[in-house]
């Protein structure tokens, strides 16, 4: 996928609207100088289900849409679920690659026929996961977890999957697996926060968080930013920073 590259570093932020209702999101987006795409989860996907969730969209009108459902099925599962979306008005939906080479084809020709202006995101290892959750549930030593996250990069160029959700931790890991692999995602990173935020501790549930500024310098095409906006006190003069931040 070709990514025409905005240089500044609202355009290049997804909006997420979680830990909201729809009467919340609605207030909060009235606020001046917000990013303008917006990342839209479980919580209001399941409050709303996809006729109202459409309804709100149009009604808000942003300017892109990252539906992240993460989708994790057998193959036909995800395929019919894929099916289910069309019409919906979203540019970029997210599933597990560790679903597998049969689910993501699945999810492809799916995608491909309902969604066709829609790209799938393959989400690596969710950013909440720390190393002992790597050892605890797989077994993997801190030593071979880059090989676990490179096991799944293969899995997306496989299957063709354009784009990758990754923690900013894993971001010169994925630079340079594509360097050696001809292919190149498109980034999308959440897990990142303001730097003070990160020195007080306040990284919420997030285990590999980085600075969105690093996360950009580490070749983050676009990054997800949620309670740091939505939750903060000084909303303003964190849109002052991003918006005199050229990327």
């Known amino acids: 996928m070709t990514l025409n590259r905005e240089n500044k570093a609202l355009d290049r932020i997804f909006l997420a609207l979680d830990n909201m209702d729809t009467d919340g999101a609605r207030s909060f987006l009235k606020r001046p100088g917000l990013p303008t795409k917006l990342k839209i989860g479980m919580e209001l996907f399941y409050q709303l289900g996809p006729l109202k969730l459409k309804q709100f969209i149009l009604e808000v009108g942003p300017s892109s849409v990252f539906l992240d459902l993460k989708l994790h099925d057998i193959p036909n599962t995800v395929a019919q679920a894929i099916k289910s979306l069309g019409g919906l008005p979203i540019d970029y939906l997210t599933l597990h690659l560790c679903g597998g080479i049969e689910m993501l084809l699945a999810a492809r020709e799916s995608q491909r026929k309902y969604l066709p202006n829609c790209q799938l995101v393959g989400v690596s290892y969710l950013t909440s996961l720390s190393l002992q959750d790597f050892s605890t549930i797989w077994g993997v030593p801190e030593s071979v977890i880059p090989q676990q996250f490179e096991k799944l990069f293969e899995l997306g160029k496989q299957a063709q999957i354009p784009c990758l959700v990754l923690s900013p931790q894993e971001l010169k890991l994925v630079t340079d697996w594509e360097k050696l692999h001809t292919y190149?995602?498109?980034?999308?990173?959440?897990?990142?926060?303001?730097?003070?935020?990160?020195?007080?501790?306040?990284?919420?549930?997030?285990?590999?968080?980085?600075?969105?500024?690093?996360?950009?310098?580490?070749g983050a095409d676009f990054i997800v930013m949620g309670r740091s906006l939505t939750q903060a006190t000084n909303l303003d003069q964190r849109l002052q920073q991003i918006t005199t931040y050229s990327v």
């Open 184 to 218: 190149q995602f498109v980034k999308i990173t959440p897990g990142v926060r303001f730097p003070e935020e990160i020195n007080a501790g306040r990284i919420d549930d997030q285990s590999r968080p980085t600075s969105w500024q690093d996360a950009f310098k580490n």
